[in-house]
């Protein structure tokens, strides 16, 4: 079977690897992400990864299965995408320091005329942060290209005090929910893996 993830996320992609999954290819979709006002972060992340699996599915083509996902971190609501630059990462650090906010992940998959959309949202809470630690973390790059300026899984972690939900979600990809919906295009993750590694 093909699989493409539609995203060229070197989180996405380890993340596949790790469920078992393997040969996949990746794909950029080419779509507007700006959707306009008026959505709730549930609404936006999943109807932002059926367009990106749409997207890549009518350039694939044939009996591909496309794995699609798209995250944004939310705080009382309102959404925080990636920074544009450092000050907008800046003014996401602060808005996040001391407070607990919300990841969702939007995920599709996709194969011929059968499509699920699901969703998946964790809790984070973040310890008080200091004007030079939130400069520090800047200076590393970490947070440019990542939704709400940092990532669990690099020096971000150091600022989390914890989680509440699935920790891959705030990776970007809820592993769990997404077995479970290749489980009805009948991939069967855990039987791949032991076929790959056993």
Do not use: W
């Not at 407070?99 to 969703?119: I, N, P, S």
């Not at 600022?159 to 009805?184: A, H, K, S, T, W």
């Amino acid at each position: 079977m093909n699989i493409i993830l539609a995203s060229q996320s070197p989180r996405r992609k380890e993340l596949l690897s790790r469920m078992g999954l393997s040969g996949f290819k990746t794909m950029s979709p080419d779509i507007d992400e700006n959707l306009g006002g008026g959505l709730s972060p549930s609404e936006l992340v999943s109807r932002l990864s059926a367009l990106k699996a749409q997207a890549v599915a009518e350039r694939a083509g044939g009996d591909t299965l496309i794995i699609a996902a798209d995250t944004v971190v939310a705080v009382d609501g309102a959404v925080l995408g990636k920074p544009s630059d450092a000050l907008e990462a800046f003014k996401m650090l602060s808005t996040l320091s001391g407070c607990r906010h919300q990841v969702y992940t939007g995920v599709t998959v996709l194969r011929g005329e059968e499509r699920y959309t699901e969703y998946e949202v964790t809790d984070v809470s973040f310890r008080e942060l200091s004007e030079r630690e939130i400069e520090d973390y800047i200076r590393t790059g970490e947070p440019m290209d990542k939704a709400g300026a940092y990532g669990i899984q690099g020096y971000g972690a150091l600022f989390i005090q914890g989680i509440q939900g699935d920790y891959y979600n705030v990776m970007g990809l809820p592993v769990c929910r997404l077995g479970g919906m290749l489980e009805r295009l009948g991939v069967h993750c855990m039987a791949l893996a032991a076929e790959r590694d056993g």
